[in-house]
């Protein structure tokens, strides 16, 4: 029996899946990364060592693999087989292709972590239906991924749907990627644990600011928990939050129109509330006017194992298309 091998590198982990060719996950692992204490090579080999232990562990060997997908964080180009850039993660225009080639031979396809976990939604998540999806995943940065005719869409140089870095507002908040006023720094979750410490220093008497308990950390939930007990000034930092999140979404809206837009990462727990907070605001921003169909929200449904399984169907992708690597 043949199997797909779908790889998502992490900052902490390094998920492994054994993915049949229904694209259901058979079995799958977890190992740290250690991008504090190794380096790529070792990295590599590692993951590549742990990848024949569970092909081995489960019956299979390197020759029933059809094919290997991988998605990382940061830029790795397929095309080149080149990790080029990873943030926080020793790989600086490291040869991973060649690395994974010295234990397995096959076809290897590489991508960004974003972009594979939104095919995997696109396809066999909240996106199922829909051939142009564009998932946003809000974390400690903006992830996008655009699926456009049912196909994974990068740009040129596989380093395109950086939806995160586009300015909503000129000379605004320090970006990390050195320019001022991107979207991330106002949405992604350091952007709304930033708020809620500015609206507990100025109201120290709200639930919001008697809610955190002392020596506690602030959190990306925090705001939502005083919500739930209907703070008002939690209203408040969620009301200029949502308004940032609308802004941005009639941007991605007006520049993709995708069928459907989902929304994935730690923020998109809160589901309903989250997209009815922005829905409506998005929609009379977006250049949609007349009879025309409307893209809709949904929340982000197979979790940790997008990228795995998102990594398989690049792969099967890429081999359907014509390309090997
Ligand atoms: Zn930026």
Redesign the pocket.
């Known amino acids: 029996m043949s199997v797909y091998l779908g790889i998502d590198v992490g900052g902490t982990t390094i998920k492994i899946g054994l993915i049949s060719q229904e694209f259901k996950l058979l079995k799958k692992h977890a190992i740290d990364t250690r991008a504090d204490t190794e380096n790529a090579n070792q990295i590599v080999s590692r993951m590549m060592q742990k990848v024949q232990e569970l092909l081995f562990e489960n019956g299979y060997s390197f020759s029933d693999v059809i094919a290997m997908g991988l998605g990382a964080p940061g830029t790795i180009i397929n095309k080149s087989g080149l990790y080029a850039f990873a943030g926080n993660l020793p790989f600086d225009n490291f040869p991973i292709r060649d690395k994974i080639k010295e234990y397995y031979s096959g076809p290897i396809f590489l991508g960004n972590d974003a972009n594979m976990a939104a095919l995997a939604e696109s396809r066999l998540g909240a996106g199922q239906g829909s051939k142009d999806t564009f998932m946003i995943t809000i974390g400690t940065g903006i992830g996008g991924g655009v699926v456009i005719n049912d196909r994974m869409y990068t740009g040129f140089n596989e380093a395109g749907a950086e939806i ?2 586009m300015v909503i507002r000129l000379d605004g908040e320090y ?5 001022n006023g ?1 979207w ?2 106002y949405v992604a979750a350091p952007a709304l644990i930033e708020q809620t410490k500015q609206a507990i220093s100025e109201h120290p008497d709200s639930i919001l600011a008697k809610i955190v308990q002392p020596d506690e950390k602030i959190t990306g939930k925090t705001v939502f928990l005083a919500l739930d007990q209907d703070c008002p000034v939690a209203k408040e930092v969620f009301a200029q939050y949502a308004y940032y999140l609308q802004v941005g979404m009639a941007n991605v809206i007006n520049a993709f129109m995708p069928e459907i837009i989902i929304l994935g990462g730690g923020i998109s727990n809160q589901g309903d509330r989250l997209i009815n907070s922005f829905k409506q605001g998005t929609l009379d921003d977006s250049f949609l006017f007349g009879d025309v169909e409307k893209p809709e929200f949904r929340i982000a449904t197979l979790g940790n194992d997008a990228g795995m399984l998102g990594a398989a169907l690049f792969a099967a992708d890429s081999l359907e298309d014509g390309l090997s690597f």
């Open positions: 995160g870095h970006c990390t990627c050195g320019r991107c991330e720094a």
